[in-house]
């Protein structure tokens, strides 16, 4: 580490590496900025026909007027966000639709009842009743007051555009009111609305009450990602390349090539073959990207398939097993108990004391280990228990002293088999005990 | 500020530009809130309920009627067509005057927000609830010089149910005052409401007057498609017939009709090559909306999974198999999982990315599972059935 600032601060206080440094430092902004999905990625992959239509609907309400309602529905990172704010944009350009669409945007994690969503509603159409930021009136003025500002628009008021994020939580508020108001401002000769929502339940539907149901239009847009493993390369390639205008245009070139290669290497491959046999969406790629961006800096100038090799181990790692390698010996000795005990009585539920027992047989005759105290081995039980490797069956409050209360173990067998080959200085008699339970 | 704040939606820059091609103009006319002037396939609902409330108004008296229907059978839009009828009869000078008042019980934020509603309606008071509902006892309860009669839609009824139904007996019990000279058309979804939440004093005040609007067959829907479309040649008759009998055999929501017919002629307009002026929608498009709207997208989305994913809905069900349950325990899906993958040559997951795989399942409601605190303990069932994931993934392989 220290060798390695050593020399960063070698190459920032020589002049000529300051020029080169220079484009490397916009590239790893740039990249970061893609996979930290800050910005919309350079292009979108699919969803052409999905597109078009979300296009189509929310011109026409901006044209001719019209009031609709569709629900967004695919599964969590597939870009359902990025496929309507793209929509947006584009129409945005249009100055006809950009004077006339009002854009109002609720999140159902952040608006979490109707009182709220209503105060933001009024607040992002900026209606009479807002001054500044503030919202006046109760809950049933507001609603009222924003029913009567619908009622009144009519073909001659902006159409209005309310996108409705993890739409499914808005199906959980009280008598679903605004999803029942919004619908039906929709079907009816008021102010022209569109309402989107995007969630990732595909039986989303069924949540909506009849009367809701019925007023929604049933107009579902579906987003899978039907990609095949040549297109995840392609995807691949365009999230780490430069675009063409770059400051550099020869650096860009050499960098551009280098990512060709990349695509092509053998370990590369392979890497995203496993990524994709496990996870098909786009947001696991940036995900996986992650690790390798990042440790591009002066000194590494280039990414290597190394560098992936790494991130997809940091990515893959069984938590529990990197868990358990930070326990002490005597926590890891409870385990085996624990395991054995599971084992012998086919997952019947156990406590400490059979615990405590099985550790003694083991400690004292089977091993030249110290056979600790019950009190020590209590503590290190409980640190057991702290760290969710281990769960009690009754709730917190029970009465049932400490040593009595039931428990199971949360760790997999073959978990703690992987766990002892890779622990650092283990006892070879901790391990041999591992592997057969007969002492 | 809000006192004498005017609510408005801003105006717009430019006016809406005017629907040019045919199919742009049957749109127009297909959507819902496009109600016609006379409702097609309703006059005898019409008539009962217009006579009903012609009588008492020429009598001068009061009373309830309670209308119960399916949703999207046209109820909130025919009493609006009777009251508007009424209302040209009143100013041909055939009626007494009559003030007609709305309240819905799903734009109202609690129950007792009614009592508000409806004052601020018949005299343009504004008051607290309580306050509201001593002033409108004393002015349907007490002789009064007032001489009109008030005619009330309640839609949603069943949301104004409180644990004490004091505002379903108050609106119920105005009519029967001698000077209240109040009707009340309580619209609901289901028949046998007042008989199920509704107390035997509040459900006596209702009355027997009860009318209930059936499904639309297929015929009618038929008609109120062609009668939109009149003097319109857009769309092919099977191919409205098609939609009619569809919807008809699923729920007879005229809404849903509607919207098909809509989404029809936006797949004609984006599957059509050229620009031709006229285009007819016919049966196959018909069929493309009904197929979009209707079908189940839950196979889809089995195919779309990654391998792994696949693999695991698999061990899921060779582990219901095993078990000869509907539900199994993660760990042992867990082994289940790993022997499929040996069988496979594909590289075992770790417990977890497994568990990962599992969450997203989860999320997408392929799966149900329980919260992930419970760890290799946690259940997991399928919200599929266990024949739709065999069919999916067969298909796939056989490809």
């Known amino acids: 580490m220290k060798q390695k600032q050593m020399k960063s601060k070698k190459s920032t206080v020589s002049g000529d590496s300051l020029m080169e440094q220079l484009p490397l430092q916009k590239t790893c902004d740039l990249l970061r900025h893609r996979v930290s999905q800050l910005s919309t990625p350079p292009q979108i992959h699919g969803y052409d026909q999905e597109r078009r239509q979300l296009l189509d609907l929310i011109r026409r309400t901006g044209t001719t007027g019209e009031s609709n309602s569709a629900l967004l529905i695919g599964p969590r990172g597939c870009g359902k966000s990025m496929l309507v704010e793209n929509v947006v944009e584009e129409l945005m350009l249009d100055k006809e639709i950009r004077d006339n669409l009002l854009h109002v945007r609720l999140n159902g994690l952040l608006q979490t009842d109707d009182k709220i969503a209503l105060k933001e509603i009024t607040r992002q159409l900026q209606l009479e009743n807002t001054v500044g930021t503030k919202v006046f009136g109760s809950f049933a003025e507001t609603l009222q007051f924003l029913l009567d500002a619908l009622k009144s628009g009519s073909h001659s008021s902006k159409p209005i555009l309310f996108v409705l994020d993890e739409f499914d939580l808005f199906a959980h508020h009280k008598n679903q009111t605004l999803l029942y108001n919004l619908f039906d401002v929709a079907q009816s000769a008021q102010a022209p609305v569109c309402v989107l929502g995007l969630t990732c339940r595909l039986d989303v539907v069924e949540l909506l009450e009849k009367r809701v149901k019925s007023r929604f239009s049933h107009r579902q847009i579906h987003l899978f990602n039907n990609i095949t493993l040549g297109d995840y390369t392609q995807l691949f390639i365009s999230y780490l390349s430069l675009p063409d205008h770059f400051t550099d245009t020869k650096f860009v070139k050499t960098w551009n090539k280098h990512i060709q290669e990349l695509a092509s290497d053998q370990t590369v491959l392979g890497v995203l073959r496993r990524q994709f046999e496990f996870n098909k969406d786009v947001r696991s790629l940036q995900q996986l990207l992650m690790y390798p961006v990042c440790c591009v800096n002066e000194n590494h100038p280039l990414l290597l398939p190394a560098d992936f090799v790494d991130g997809m181990k940091i990515q893959t790692t069984d938590t529990k097993s990197a868990m358990l390698h930070g326990v002490s010996i005597l926590e890891l000795c409870l385990i085996i108990a624990m395991k054995h005990l599971t084992e012998i009585y086919d997952g019947e539920l156990f406590n400490f004391e059979m615990v405590y027992s099985e550790y003694r047989k083991f400690a004292q005759k089977r091993s030249s280990m110290q056979v600790y105290e019950k009190a020590v081995v209590l503590k290190a039980f409980e640190h057991l228990i702290a760290l969710e490797l281990v769960k009690t069956m009754d709730g917190s409050g029970s009465r049932v002293q400490k040593e009595y209360r039931l428990l199971l173990l949360l760790v997999h067998p073959s978990q703690i088999l992987d766990a002892l080959q890779k622990y650092p200085n283990c006892p070879t008699e901790v391990k041999q005990w591992a592997q057969c339970s007969v002492i | ?399």
């Open chain 2, 1 to 399: 500020v809000a006192e004498t704040a005017t609510p408005t939606i801003p105006g717009r820059c430019k006016p809406l530009s005017s629907p040019t091609s045919i199919l742009e103009e049957a749109r127009a006319r297909l959507h819902v809130s496009a109600v016609p002037d006379s409702l097609p396939c309703r006059d005898k609902e019409f008539d009962d309920i217009y006579s009903f409330v012609e009588s008492k108004i020429l009598d001068g008296t009061g009373g309830c009627m309670y209308i119960s229907g399916v949703p999207g059978t046209g109820k909130t839009a025919t009493v609006r067509e009777v009251t508007r009828a009424l209302q040209q009869a009143c100013d041909d000078g055939e009626l007494p005057y009559f003030k007609y008042i709305e309240i819905n019980g799903m734009k109202l934020t609690e129950p007792r927000q009614a009592y508000v509603q409806i004052l601020k309606q018949l005299t343009k008071q504004k008051a607290t609830p309580d306050h509201a509902a001593d002033l409108l006892n004393k002015q349907f309860t007490t002789r009064g010089p007032r001489k009109e009669t008030v005619v009330l839609l309640a839609d949603e009824l069943d949301l104004l149910w409180t644990r004490k139904q004091d505002v379903m007996y108050n609106i119920f019990d105005w009519p029967s005052h001698p000077h209240a000279r109040l009707v009340v058309l309580a619209v609901a979804n289901t028949m046998d409401l007042p008989e199920r939440i509704m107390m035997k004093r509040v459900s006596s005040r209702l009355g027997l007057t009860r009318m209930t609007f059936q499904p639309y067959t297929f015929r009618q829907l038929q008609e109120i498609v062609v009668s939109r479309m009149k003097s319109l040649k857009a769309f092919d008759d099977d191919a409205i017939q098609l939609a009619a009998r569809k919807v008809a055999a699923v729920s007879g929501d005229a809404r849903r009709a509607l919207d098909i017919c809509r989404r029809a002629t936006e797949i004609t307009e984006t599957m059509s090559p050229s620009k031709k002026a006229n285009i007819l929608v016919s049966t196959c498009h018909v069929d493309a909306a009904l197929q979009e709207m209707f079908s189940s997208p839950k196979i889809v989305a089995i195919r779309s999974c990654a391998i792994q994913e696949k693999l695991f809905l698999r061990a899921i069900v060779a582990e219901f198999h095993r078990t000869g349950l509907e539900e199994a325990e993660f760990a042992k899906l867990y082994s289940q999982h790993i022997s499929l993958c040996r069988f496979d040559d594909l590289q075992p997951p770790s417990t977890s990315e497994l568990a990962g795989m599992c969450s997203r399942l989860g999320s997408i409601r392929l799966l149900l599972v329980e919260h992930g605190r419970n760890d290799l303990f946690m259940r997991v069932r399928l919200n599929v059935s266990q024949d739709d994931i065999l069919y999916a993934l067969k298909e796939k392989s056989g490809v």
